[in-house]
């Protein structure tokens, strides 16, 4: 049975070897200042962590976060002591921002039994949860069986390529000012605009204090811009991160075929053979 995609509270643990669900921390640099993230501040029990600047990610043919095979992702869960029935939570340092990729990518391999933190770990702190006072936990290594999913959760330059001009819609979660070109990208050699057809939908706008809106509101963030959530969405932003924000939006508003385009702009804006629009 899959679990709902957001939980709002964790299970109060007064001990790090308490039983209970295995919790996963993405990191990754801040893409304005570039500053990395601490990995041992703020820190929730039973935390394991994963870096998607290096090995959450697959950096052999260049693009910035790429998602890992399935193959190596499921080593990588398992080196954690995780395997495919794990329950997992993921949850941000602070807020919402990271964690819906990760969370992503755990759906692309079929894990059924993971959930997002809404709030984050910045909403534990605020509410009194309870931090690692532990150290880091012991952590046996075990076998990850990937269960490949009914539908493709990620899809590459090819297939945003063949849905131009059909019933499939594009939403970009970049900000206004990328969309229409008027900001430059922060990326050397990427192109300013958007793709051809897309609709700007920033991913800031379907949070609050690093929670997801209410369904109500994000329905109508989505008819406002037209959406359609009964035809299949493709969401993209700049590097494959924030375009996830985007698509548990769509899910939570019970979307029905939603896919992260993993390229991103970055992969876009850099190909001078595909098209653009601003």
């Not at 007064?14 to 990995?39: C, F, H, S, V, Y």
């Not at 329950?87 to 921002?97: C, E, R």
């Not at 299949?232 to 896919?259: E, F, R, Y």
């Amino acid at each position: 049975m899959s679990a709902p995609i957001l939980t709002p509270t964790l299970p109060r643990m007064n001990d790090e070897r308490l039983k209970g669900p295995i919790l996963l921390r993405p990191i990754m640099r801040d893409p304005g200042t570039g500053e990395a993230e601490n990995r041992d501040s703020g820190l929730l029990p039973n935390t394991r962590i994963i870096d998607l600047d290096k090995e959450g990610s697959d950096h052999r043919h260049g693009e910035v976060h790429q998602r890992l095979n399935s193959t190596a992702f499921a080593q990588l869960l398992g080196e954690l002591g995780i395997d495919n029935k794990t329950q997992l939570i993921v949850y941000d340092a602070k807020g919402m921002f990271s964690a819906p990729r990760l969370w992503w990518m755990l759906k692309a391999i079929g894990h059924r039994n993971v959930s997002l933190l809404d709030g984050g770990g910045a909403k534990e702190r605020a509410e009194g949860g309870l931090f690692n006072n532990f150290g880091r936990p012991p952590v046996s290594a075990q076998f990850y069986k990937v269960e490949p999913p009914a539908h493709a959760w990620f899809i590459d330059k090819k297939h945003v390529i063949a849905a131009l001009d059909t019933n499939t819609q594009i939403i970009d979660a970049r900000s206004a000012a990328r969309f229409h070109g008027r900001a430059p990208e922060p990326r050397a050699g990427v192109r300013s605009g958007h793709i051809p057809g897309a609709v700007n939908l920033y991913y800031q706008d379907v949070l609050e204090n690093g929670r997801f809106k209410a369904v109500a509101v994000l329905n109508a963030l989505f008819t406002k811009r037209n959406i359609d959530l009964q035809k299949p969405i493709i969401c993209s932003c700049g590097s494959g991160i924030t375009a996830c924000i985007i698509g548990v939006a769509a899910l939570l508003c019970d979307a029905k075929n939603v896919m992260v385009y993993d390229g991103s702009w970055a992969q876009w804006g850099a190909d001078n053979q595909l098209p653009i629009a601003l």
